[in-house]
T-cell receptor, first 113, second 118 residues
Framework: AQTVTQSQPEMSVQEAETVTLSCTYD???????LFWYKQPPSRQMILVIRQEAYKQQNATENRFSVNFQKAAKSFSLKISDSQLGDAAMYFCALTGANSKLTFGKGITLSVRP | GAGVSQSPRYKVAKRGQDVALRCDPISGHVSLFWYQQALGQGPEFLTYFQNEAQLDKSGLPSDRFFAERPEGSVSTLKIQRTQQEDSAVYLCASSPRAARTPFSYEQYFGPGTRLTVT
């Protein structure tokens, strides 16, 4: 079985500052993928960033980067230069060979102007 | 191009009614997933189709839930005799690749259907 844990229900960040969202996971598979999804109030799930477990290098996508610690089963998301449009629910997710996604409970990120 | 669409966007049902939720995946996508997202929670897997074949229905919470994809494109999730605990957002996602193939992790989500059972 796969589990994803997001223990912080809410976080707040000042516009233009940096924030880190935490996630831990557990899986028995050796080949898996980790994701961060953004879900604004419109409910559309938007892929923010993806990390292949076999890659040691941390993924980056513009202002978004991850800190992937495979041995610790930790996968945090760092958002730099936060913008008002970053305010949303963020979900950490995991998939293995069967391609079905296992999500964490999510974290609500608010951005203060 | 067109993304995944779902209809209706909102559905209110009285307890005991049957409902049908529709998902139109991206044209040509092989895989289709249904997820259930309760209020304040992350989505949870319900079922998976590869073309018209339902290969995994391990997440369906009861035999009141039924899904089909008869021609390998549009899918319908049906809930019979709805209960209050069925209130949730139902998300559909499609992928251009079959599960267990390279890059099959790509999933494109629809906007969801919010079901409220009163």
């Amino acid at each position: 079985a796969q589990t994803v844990t997001q223990s912080q229900p809410e976080m707040s960040v000042q516009e233009a500052e940096t924030v880190t969202l935490s996630c831990t996971y557990d899986t028995s598979e050796s080949d898996y993928y980790l994701f961060w999804y953004k879900q604004p109030p419109s409910r559309q799930m938007i892929l923010v960033i993806r990390q292949e477990a076999y890659k040691q290098q941390n993924a980056t996508e513009n202002r978004f980067s991850v800190n992937f610690q495979k041995a610790a089963k930790s996968f945090s998301l760092k958002i730099s230069d936060s913008q008002l449009g970053d305010a949303a629910m963020y979900f950490c997710a995991l998939t293995g060979a069967n391609s079905k996604l296992t999500f964490g409970k999510g974290i609500t990120l608010s951005v203060r102007p | 191009g067109a993304g995944v669409s779902q209809s209706p966007r909102y559905k209110v049902a009285k307890r005991g009614q049957d409902v049908a939720l529709r998902c139109d995946p991206i044209s040509g996508h092989v895989s289709l997933f249904w997820y259930q997202q309760a209020l304040g929670q992350g989505p949870e897997f319900l079922t998976y189709f590869q073309n018209e074949a339902q290969l995994d229905k391990s997440g369906l919470p009861s035999d009141r839930f039924f899904a089909e994809r008869p021609e390998g494109s549009v899918s319908t999730l049906k809930i019979q005799r709805t209960q209050q605990e069925d209130s949730a957002v139902y998300l559909c996602a499609s992928s251009p690749r079959a599960a267990r193939t390279p890059f099959s992790y790509e999933q494109y989500f629809g906007p969801g259907t919010r079901l409220t059972v009163t």
